[in-house]
């Protein structure tokens, strides 16, 4: 059935998170308002669905809005304000509310307490229903444009008009197109959360490993993180690889994937640390085996290969290394230089960086700056984050703060 110039007073374009979020809000708080909601494919929070490995990493306990800021390589600065009026806790109430508890996982990430990505789903559907949300699927916007007073949407089931238009239509290149030609700034996108691409001897068939306490420093740049490394099939992942593909994406992307990173497998010791350390064991330890040396808490295997690396024998004590060993044992633990070539996803993640400028955008309403009546929210916007939960709470955040506004 087609819409034949049918007139509502907000018009939410996208059924995922941000877009189902807002339009709850929204109708809550307007509940005299006509809201229609258009979804391109036929189904609904297609991407809740997927989140977390299917449980739907829902928010992260971060309540400090000066310290969740950090975790945004892009919106930081933006993301202040809004999340001093909606943030993880808010998120965590508005759950509750309509019974479905959330639970802290170790690391900070929050999840449903089912463990089902479906009861985030169901709470949603359930809530669009309560409110009284139209609810369209299979359903393109093919163009908006706004004339005296009204926006005008061409969908691909016929013409819409609308008081207000709510965007939320995540990564869609198209849209972003769109948006670019009447006169928005559009960031081009690019990825922002992955997993580096390496081959080394050093690394090769040690897949599993991982260190707790890596430094990734990316060669001829200020760019360096701190965190977990994970050795991989394919070359190096963990939240200290991750964290660095987001800051530096932009960068990355210019190199097209092929640079060079130098690791310290334990940030705890630097180069000095690491000789003076060896030379003290050699005077103190003579007699044992380098080989079953656990100073430096680098996982046995890797030891070994790094010893080998070194020409550093198993059989060799620690009275036998010279100088010249201790030296590049050091520097092979503080200062070890590998080629990056390529990059993969990060297990079913695919995050981008990109999207409407910031600098369109009223961070104090969600409004496009030059076209009053336009909102915009989730990840049609330049702001990405690093992996638990807080690509969803900016989604949550800016649909919430939009809802109020309009």
Not at 10 to 29: D, E, M, P, R, T
Not at 107 to 131: K, N, V
Not at 194 to 205: A, M, R, W
Not at 368 to 396: H, R, S, V
């Amino acid at each position: 059935m087609e819409f034949n110039n049918a007139t509502y007073d907000c018009v939410v374009v996208g059924g995922g998170a941000s877009g189902c979020f807002f339009a709850i809000n929204y109708q809550l708080k307007h509940p005299d308002h006509s809201v229609l909601l258009i979804e391109k494919s036929n189904k609904l929070l297609a991407k809740v669905k997927i989140s977390g490995g299917g449980r739907c990493n829902v928010t992260h306990a971060c309540f400090d809005p000066r310290e969740l800021v950090k975790y945004y390589p892009r919106g930081r600065k933006e993301l202040m304000g809004p999340f001093n009026k909606f943030q993880p806790g808010d998120t965590i109430q508005w759950f509750a509310d309509r019974g479905v508890e959330l639970k802290i996982e170790e690391d900070g990430r929050m999840f449903p307490t089912t463990d089902d990505s479906q009861t985030i789903i169901d709470t949603f559907l359930a809530e669009m229903d309560r409110a009284g949300v139209e609810i369209r699927k299979s359903c393109g916007l093919d163009s908006v444009r706004k004339q005296d007073g009204q926006f005008h949407l061409k969908t691909t089931q016929g013409m819409l008009q609308a008081s207000n238009v709510f965007m939320a239509t995540g990564g869609s290149k198209a849209m972003w197109q769109h948006l670019e030609s009447i006169g928005l700034t559009i960031i081009p996108p690019v990825p922002a959360l992955f997993t580096f691409n390496i081959k080394h001897d050093l690394i090769k068939d040690l897949q599993g490993l991982s260190v707790a306490h890596g430094q990734v420093t990316l060669l001829g740049t200020k760019y360096e993180e701190l965190g977990p490394v994970l050795i991989t099939h394919w070359g190096l992942s963990g939240p200290g690889i991750l964290k660095l593909s987001s800051v530096a994406a932009t960068w990355l992307a210019d190199q097209t994937y092929r640079f060079k990173i130098k690791l310290n497998w334990n940030y705890n010791y630097n180069f000095e640390d690491v000789v003076d350390r060896l030379k003290d064991l050699r005077q103190e330890s003579s007699k044992q085996l380098v080989l079953g040396l656990r100073e430096f808490n680098i996982p046995k295997r890797l030891w070994h290969r790094l010893l080998e690396l070194c020409r550093i024998s198993d059989k060799m004590r620690l009275a036998d290394l010279s100088n010249k060993h201790i030296h590049a044992l050091a520097n092979s633990i503080c200062a070890c230089e590998l080629d990056v070539d390529g990059k993969s996803t990060n297990k079913d993640e695919f995050v981008t960086t990109g999207g409407v400028d910031l600098k369109e955008v009223d961070f104090r309403t969600m409004e496009c700056k030059q076209i009053p009546g336009l909102y915009f929210g989730g990840e049609m916007l330049n702001i990405d984050a690093l992996t638990g939960g807080f690509n969803f709470q900016a989604a949550w955040t800016t649909a919430w703060l939009a809802a109020q506004n309009v």
